[in-house]
């Protein structure tokens, strides 16, 4: 994985993820979820995108990504139309 830039620059490495960030906090769309948002899971913990912005880059050990919801983990579904989840080292 890339190491320089934020988390923001390596999750918009993955084709058809748009990840920006702005004043502290992280938006993820995926292009199927229209105005919502895809899940983001941190090691097993649901989270949001003001925690994303806290975690080097370098610390990212694996990134998979879920681009709708029958391919989404069971315990990743929710409202979300997708999922992102990463896992630190």
Do not use: Q
């Amino acid at each position: 994985m890339d190491r320089r830039g934020g988390v923001a620059h390596a999750l918009s490495s993955f084709g058809g993820i748009k990840a920006t960030e702005n004043m502290g906090s992280l938006a993820v769309t995926l292009p199927r979820c229209g105005s919502g948002s895809p899940v983001l899971i941190v090691n097993g913990v649901l989270t949001n995108g003001s925690a994303l912005t806290l975690i080097p880059v370098s610390s990212i050990e694996l990134i998979e990504v879920y681009r709708s919801v029958a391919e989404m983990p069971v315990e990743a579904r929710g409202d979300g139309c997708g999922a992102i989840v990463l896992y630190t080292r």
